[in-house]
């Protein structure tokens, strides 16, 4: 195969565009094989950008990834609208933590108590102290955290100015399903296995570097050797879209909820859209929208700021998080050389964006990726060739 370009990424949601955008700013021939690049899960997330109020015990290691990514946002964000000339949504706003009823309160204490030994900067509020801060949130909430450093990305427009950067940098688009990646030997055999490109319908594209980023489809190409194919699986998250005022928004920043031990969250956005989400169901590659799932995200979103019922219902649809066995991406090198694995972001994508693509940019220039990625090899679910 010969090649044509210096790197093909597999899959255009947030995570490849990203690292296509980075390694075309680097210098390099790069293209983008999807058949609807930007439509992915990352066309339905949430866009919070929320490391320290998503933090889940047991998940520490995690946390030392997403807050090194949240700071690399400010500049990022810099970066693609300086590219495109357009306004991403990055808000600063903060995210507000609040709990209904006393179970959920104790939880809230715990959840502080766990942010606090972890040196994380976050401000416990009084149930008044919540209402002065956002006056529709329910008078019955019993208490808050205030965590200043979670901040909000919208991500439709995140994921389009991406497209705009990547195809200002000279990324060609592919608008085809990749079917099967090249490989040429065979990993721990004499001589290895190297990465040759992407076979696609009718169309074979050759590259020494081939970046695997197709979210919870990156397991189901061809051509992958045994102990390289990641294992991520689809987690089905269905969300809402309620229409606002923008003169007079219900909300100034991001509100999570803990109502009766379900998680409810809910993302203003400047023009006056509230993002009211999700779900997290296990249904393999199933996107449809429940009317249970509508309705008890409503219910939910109904106890935390009872004003939501007032909005118009613009959209409910479900995505697919490409979910992995520890919850964490699987970003770098395999054992196939020149073939690079950036998935299994689960609840993070939109969050790892910046530091995913710096890696992949890094690695395929042949440069020392940053530290912060080393525990999330893909090699570490590596098993051996049957
Ligand atoms: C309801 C919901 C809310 C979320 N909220 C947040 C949030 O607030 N903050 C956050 O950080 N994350 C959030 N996430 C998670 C985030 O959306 C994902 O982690 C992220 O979008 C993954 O990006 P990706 O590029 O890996 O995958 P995707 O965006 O799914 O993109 C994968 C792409 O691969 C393409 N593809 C598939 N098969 C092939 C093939 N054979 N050949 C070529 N291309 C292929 C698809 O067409 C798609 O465009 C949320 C997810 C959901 C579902």
Request: glycine content about 12%; hydrophobic content about 40%.
């Amino acid at each position: 195969m010969t090649p044509r370009y210096d790197a093909i990424v597999v899959g255009g949601g947030a995570i490849g565009l990203s690292s296509a955008w980075r390694m075309a700013r680097a210098g390099m021939e790069v293209a983008v094989v999807d058949p609807e690049p930007g439509r992915g899960a990352s066309w339905v997330a949430a866009g919070m950008l929320g490391p320290v109020s998503e933090v889940h015990y047991g998940e520490e290691g995690l946390l030392a990834l997403t807050m090194a990514s949240a700071r690399r946002w400010p500049s990022f964000a810099a970066e693609l609208e300086a590219d495109t000339g357009s306004d991403i949504g990055y808000r600063t706003t903060g995210t507000l933590v609040v709990d209904v009823d006393d179970g959920d309160r104790a939880w809230s204490e715990d959840l502080f108590r766990f942010q606090c030994s972890l040196g994380l900067e976050v401000e416990r509020l009084s149930s008044r102290r919540v209402r002065e801060l956002e006056p529709a949130v329910a008078p019955g909430v019993r208490s808050g955290l205030l965590v200043k450093g979670d901040h909000q990305v919208q991500t439709r427009r995140f994921v389009s100015a991406l497209l705009a950067a990547a195809a200002k940098r000279g990324v060609t688009f592919h608008h085809q399903p990749a079917t099967a990646v090249d490989v040429d030997g065979a990993p721990g055999t004499a001589g290895g296995a190297t990465v040759r490109g992407v076979h696609c319908d009718g169309t074979q594209l050759g590259a020494p570097v081939v970046v695997l980023a197709a979210g919870c489809w990156s397991g189901s190409l061809a051509g992958l050797p045994d102990g390289v194919v990641p294992p991520v699986r689809p987690v089905k998250g269905q969300i809402l879209r309620l229409s606002g005022d923008a003169e007079r928004p219900l909300l100034g920043r991001s509100v999570r909820g803990l109502v009766q031990g379900a998680s409810v969250y809910l993302v203003p956005r400047a023009d006056g859209t509230l993002v009211v989400g999700a779900t997290m169901e296990e249904q393999g590659f199933d996107t449809t929208v429940t009317a249970g799932a509508v309705y008890e995200l409503l219910r939910d979103a109904r106890r935390v700021v009872p004003g939501v019922t007032e909005l118009a219902l613009i959209e409910a649809r479900a995505g697919l998080r490409p979910g992995s066995p520890d919850n964490a991406p699987l970003v770098g090198a395999t054992t196939v050389d020149g073939l690079l694995l950036a998935t299994g972001h689960y609840r993070n994508g939109i969050l790892l964006s910046p530091l995913t693509a710096d890696t992949v940019a890094a690695l395929a220039a042949g440069h020392e990726p940053p530290a912060e990625m080393a525990p999330f090899r893909p090699t570490r679910f590596a098993t051996a060739p049957s």
